[in-house]
């Protein structure tokens, strides 16, 4: 039996201010990415996911970035030092425990948020910053890596338990890494393209890039949009064809 | 033999900006209450403070506040629901507790800042936010209390472990309340003064108040001040005064 | 010719999140009251609808509030002195001024937002905190005030130019303070009763409370809400029915 | 007669947190460029030192900064927009011309803080947003600039008052840009020799680099900075020894 996990960025609203569904989000991924307060999100919000998240089993995740709500955490910041940003994901994983044990839950894993991660994925001196502070104050959690990257090579280095994730709604170049968005091609859009990408890639344990190579990767989780309307559509569809193709979608912990 | 805990609010600078002398303190007191990045510190802030707390011996404490820099956690703001300030609670406390993991250490205690404090003195609605805070995330924490508040109610009613504290450099009414900053006597400047008035309250087990009334209380901690280079020799010389009257100073948890 | 102003609080979007149709509603009201970056807005957004307002040609307003943006504003901070009160409403006034001279348009009014217009209503020194800050900062402009509070005092006392305001969906209280939120009737939801309330309130130049006393105020402009697609439709209908009743809106400054 | 204008950062406290000492570097300087709120400061110290600097006599000057507290502005942040700079330049701008006109006071010049002002002096499109945001909102204000830079060749492009300056304590390279702090010989850290390097600098109308490379500039105010003890003496030093070469300190307005 094939299975897989899906996973999205959820409780990204803040304050007054609503973003996403994040309902209609926990009925279709099997694991949630719940931001920390830092790049969006309020303390009050993420017990409110943490709660629908646990009711809707689905695997619970810290979600940390950037200290950077005008820029939704998606502005890259250079200038702080290795351990700053190891202190920074150490206090946003922490916050979110304990938010979590406060509602009787645990936490499967954690994945960087916009900026931190793209910077993770091309220095390893943030890399290992981002997988030390994971390993430091929460040694069991998952880290979601995306394949190919030093944010990979990291986890691999320090010796941590990770998930390789795709995307279902991108297209990759020939060393596996994303085509930069704005490129022609860059997203996938129709739903049925998107479906057939994904199922492909579960069943070779490969991207195809935008050229037709292939690239071996172990995949473990596929992550879906959840920030609008239509993205909920299309995260639904994937999900049913993928269960309609025999794939279990199951978080990651199980 | 008599013991006592001293507690004082450290790890209060932020960004470039520094409070107090931290590690002057931290041969002084048994007990940090730390700052929790809300109203002072940030993540690196609090690391360099729990690593310099651990290696001293000193007890670690979470110090959750307002958020509100500016004001320093001092200003009261209504208008948030009992449920948005446990979250707000249980989330400093879990931040600190992931540094502490991450530093080998874990937390001792945790007592509310500024503003937060004293509404929690004054309303059993916010006093009862606050204990169930620390009870639903961290239970083994230890709460600090002022007596004869809101505060000491709740920590009772639900039945959490708590420590009473009395202030060394501050006046009481005869209600066991503190005599308002600003007024006539309100503050106890002389170092000798405060010595004795602490040492009288623990040979007592009682508070004397400003007109001379005894009001009985189980003290278990004394907060003194370690944000000006006064409060430093003050803290300083009433450990010398307790200790010379065979008073051994230690953390709460010993 | 009966004129009056229909006034409404836009430019709340912040960073990624969204909030309100501000252009839906520029084509309703003839005032806009702009946030101004410590409630909601950023400098962007404030240049955004700055130009959306003049475009429209409609009267521009800086509309500061505490620096609360997770508490929308709406949250009472207490323990600012009067002289930082004054601060921060001329800082946010000055950052509006600017963005607005960047764009070729100046201001018209200033109308403090939520717990802090709530804050001076009620309170003289904040009234007059207010009221100061904007004669200090930029004296031709045109201060919002509700009828019957200390802000108007306030702005009858320093002798400054005003702008009494009604709302179009709110019970008033025999007193002519507003029915508090929440209580039975307090908001008017159907669109023809509150335009027939409103109508009401020009042709006689009082407000009619909920007990049906009468009481004289000058009205000059009547505040809509304009957050909730709901709002929208009922603000439109509002302004049809004062044209078709001979009522022509127009902005304070006209 | 020889003048030359003398500026530092001032203002630069922040809520319960002090920096620097104004009073005595407002003795010592003619102009002050006073942080605005974004990278340190709050409306209340802006108004506070607005005050001490128009008694002083002193040229009031905003400095704006990216929107960064914890890291002082010095942080580089990428993924602005061009006009999301212009705003917030325009924003902090407009913020201390309002708290300087409610004291009575006008501004006198501009000059970008930190990484701002670094990431300005190397991109021809930041430099851009930076000069026209105070073309746009403040036509009158002198930019301040390093010479040999692209905020330079901005201003002059766009045709806007600017001042050039140089720093009294730091060593160029041959190509005029500043020797990486790090560096060997990077500060001057000798009060005499700070002083000869000005002196000459104002002489010769030119930078001498590290190399002894003489690089002709038009030199019209020198940047001293405050924010430490010695700081302040160096500056004082540097001040008499001007004097007493027969410079005289006057503010670019004058």
Same mark, same amino acid.
């Given at each position: 039996?094939?299975?897989?996990?899906?996973?999205?960025?959820?409780?990204?609203?803040?304050?007054?201010?609503?973003?996403?569904?994040?309902?209609?989000?926990?009925?279709?991924?099997?694991?949630?990415?719940?931001?920390?307060?830092?790049?969006?999100?309020?303390?009050?919000?993420?017990?409110?996911?943490?709660?629908?998240?646990?009711?809707?089993?689905?695997?619970?995740?810290?979600?940390?970035?950037?200290?950077?709500?005008?820029?939704?955490?998606?502005?890259?910041?250079?200038?702080?030092?290795?351990?700053?940003?190891?202190?920074?994901?150490?206090?946003?994983?922490?916050?979110?425990?304990? @938010?979590?044990?406060?509602?009787?839950?645990?936490?499967?894993?954690?994945?960087?948020?916009?900026?931190?991660?793209?910077?993770?994925?091309?220095?390893?001196?943030?890399?290992?910053?981002?997988?030390?502070?994971?390993?430091?104050?929460?040694?069991?959690?998952?880290?979601?890596?995306?394949?190919?990257?030093?944010?990979?090579?990291?986890?691999?280095?320090?010796?941590?338990?990770?998930?390789?994730?795709?995307?279902?709604?991108?297209?990759?170049?020939?060393?596996?890494?994303?085509?930069?968005?704005?490129?022609?091609?860059?997203? @996938?859009?129709?739903?049925?393209?998107?479906?057939?990408?994904?199922?492909?890639?579960?069943?070779?344990?490969?991207?195809?890039?935008?050229?037709?190579?292939?690239?071996?990767?172990?995949?473990?989780?596929?992550?879906?949009?959840?920030?609008?309307?239509?993205?909920?559509?299309?995260?639904?569809?994937?999900?049913?064809?993928?269960?309609?193709?025999?794939?279990?979608?199951?978080?990651?912990?199980?």
């Amino acid at each position: 039996m094939t299975t897989i996990d899906l996973n999205a960025d959820l409780g990204e609203s803040f304050g007054p201010w609503k973003m996403g569904d994040d309902e209609a989000m926990l009925e279709i991924v099997s694991s949630a990415n719940i931001a920390c307060g830092f790049h969006a999100s309020d303390p009050a919000e993420m017990t409110r996911v943490v709660r629908l998240a646990k009711a809707a089993g689905v695997g619970i995740g810290a979600h940390p970035g950037f200290q950077d709500l005008q820029g939704f955490g998606r502005r890259r910041i250079f200038g702080m030092s290795n351990s700053e940003i190891e202190a920074l994901v150490i206090y946003q994983i922490g916050a979110l425990q304990a @938010i979590a044990a406060s509602e009787g839950a645990t936490l499967q894993h954690v994945k960087a948020h916009g900026a931190l991660n793209n910077m993770a994925c091309g220095s390893p001196k943030i890399a290992h910053a981002c997988i030390n502070a994971a390993r430091r104050c929460a040694p069991d959690l998952i880290n979601l890596v995306l394949p190919n990257t030093a944010l990979e090579n990291a986890a691999t280095e320090i010796g941590v338990s990770m998930a390789r994730e795709v995307f279902a709604d991108r297209a990759y170049n020939d060393d596996g890494s994303l085509v930069a968005r704005g490129t022609e091609g860059a997203m @996938i859009h129709d739903p049925d393209a998107a479906a057939a990408n994904v199922l492909a890639m579960i069943e070779q344990q490969a991207i195809t890039s935008i050229n037709g190579v292939k690239i071996p990767v172990a995949i473990d989780t596929v992550c879906v949009h959840g920030d609008a309307p239509t993205a909920v559509a299309m995260a639904r569809h994937l999900r049913r064809k993928l269960e309609d193709a025999g794939v279990t979608i199951t978080k990651l912990s199980a």
